[in-house]
């Protein structure tokens, strides 16, 4: 991926991390769909879970960029076997707990692979000018909790000064709400907005949402 960006014209780096920094392992979904199924114990053929995994996927994250707002992990996956015809009755959170604990550990098996051309040295480059950088995420079925987690694993959470993600703060790109927390944990308060850069692949989410609130933004293409 092209690493285009303008570093010297801004103090303040905000990244956007699925499909900007990562991507997920190719094997990933697969893997966590066999693992829902079972554990659940789903009666239906493991393709109809993974159509129905992934219409909630996508559905729950369009939900989240229109109203602002951040559908939770677990509200996800009742959906999910609801639509399955799974007795979500059945179920509590101690349960739903335990799923989340095997579906980490799967994911941090399988990692995402990092996408971002020579991420550490772009990083690097950065810090050693005194600028400043943050990760901001959307989060879906991949809690910040454990996003945190892969990030020490790539020893790329020695450069970001600070996470937020949108199930810590419930609230979701393009909300400016969310772009107001990164402006409010930034070290230096006098920063101009647009000194400030958010580097994102979503058009609306990332580029309108960051460009809307007075940040500048970087749209990265595939």
């Known amino acids: 991926m092209k690493t285009d960006i303008d570093i010297h014209n801004h103090c303040h780096f905000s990244f956007d991390l699925w499909l900007t920094l990562i991507k997920s392992h190719p094997e990933f979904k697969t893997k966590r769909v066999e693992l829902f199924s079972s554990f659940f114990n789903v009666d239906k053929p493991i393709e109809e879970v993974a159509k129905t995994v992934k219409y ?11 109203t602002g707002g951040n559908i939770d992990t677990f509200e996800i996956y009742l959906m999910i076997l609801g639509a399955l015809d799974v007795d979500i009755k059945q179920l509590n959170k101690e349960k739903l707990n335990e799923f989340y604990a095997k579906s980490e550990d799967l994911f941090l098996e399988y990692r995402p692979v990092v996408i971002f051309e020579n991420i550490h040295g772009f990083f690097e480059d950065i810090k050693s000018r005194g600028k400043t950088i943050n990760i901001l995420s959307n989060t879906g079925f991949i809690k910040g ?26 609230c979701s790109k393009p909300n400016p709400l969310i772009f107001q927390e990164v402006k409010n944990k930034i070290k230096d308060q006098d920063l101009p907005l647009h000194q400030v850069l958010h580097i994102g692949d979503n058009p609306f989410a990332d580029y309108e949402g960051a460009k809307n609130f007075g940040f500048s933004a970087h749209l990265l293409k595939h």
């Open 56 to 66: 909630y996927d996508d559905l729950c994250n369009t939900i989240n960029e229109v």
């Open 145 to 170: 909790t454990t996003m945190r987690k892969f990030l020490i694993h790539e020893n790329l959470d020695q450069y970001i000064d600070f996470h937020i993600y949108s199930d810590e703060i419930n």
